[in-house]
């Protein structure tokens, strides 16, 4: 099975997303998000896309994505989603943010890190066996990576606002 990873598109007109608070976003790398204050972001430079890059490093997915993503999960992978909202002059909407507190351990051995934080992820052929939407430790939030049939199901809905890029793997 192939796997890609999710990264945010950088074309012009693909909207960016900027927090209204000055706190940082630390969500665990493991583990339940209990608490939650929903954010609030200024929508800027341009459309609002469903795979919304933000100042915060974390995944935004918009409602369209989140249900791709939802309904293309395996059983094998817990998500969380963690309401926010996108604000736009008076247009508002609903976002949600991706949390993986079971994380996956898919990491190769020419994985390259620099201490616990992962720079170039290459995945154990075998590892992510049964997943369809997953993060690994080390990814600091940012990481999303979704197997093919995920892929063609993003590609379907007609999701906007990221590139899918073959992940690395090693036998």
């Known amino acids: 099975m192939k796997y890609y990873g999710i ?3 950088e074309s012009e007109g693909v909207g960016t997303a900027r927090s209204r608070s000055e706190a940082l976003l630390l969500l665990p ?3 339940s998000v209990v608490d939650w204050i929903p954010l609030e972001f200024d929508l800027v430079d341009g ?3 469903d795979y919304l ?3 915060l490093g974390c995944r935004i997915c918009s409602e369209r994505m989140r249900y791709v993503l939802e309904s293309s999960a395996s ?7 963690l309401p926010v909202q996108i604000v ?3 247009e508002v909407r609903n976002y949600w943010v991706l949390h993986s507190p079971e ?3 898919v990491l190769g051995k020419r994985t390259i890190r620099q201490g616990d934080f992962v720079v ?3 995945l154990s052929v075998a590892r992510p066996a049964g997943h369809a939407v997953l993060t690994y430790p080390g990814s600091e939030g940012l990481a999303l990576a979704v197997n093919q049939q995920v892929k063609d199901a993003l590609a379907l809905a007609g999701c906007t606002g990221f590139e899918c890029i073959l992940a690395p793997v090693e036998p």
């Open 47 to 49: 459309a609002f896309p």
């Open 103 to 105: 994380p996956v351990d």
């Open 29 to 31: 790398d493991g583990g």
């Open 53 to 55: 890059a933000n100042d």
């Open 88 to 90: 736009c002059g008076d």
């Open 7 to 9: 990264y945010w598109d």
């Open 75 to 81: 059983r094998l992978d817990v998500l969380q989603w």
């Open 120 to 122: 170039k992820p290459v």
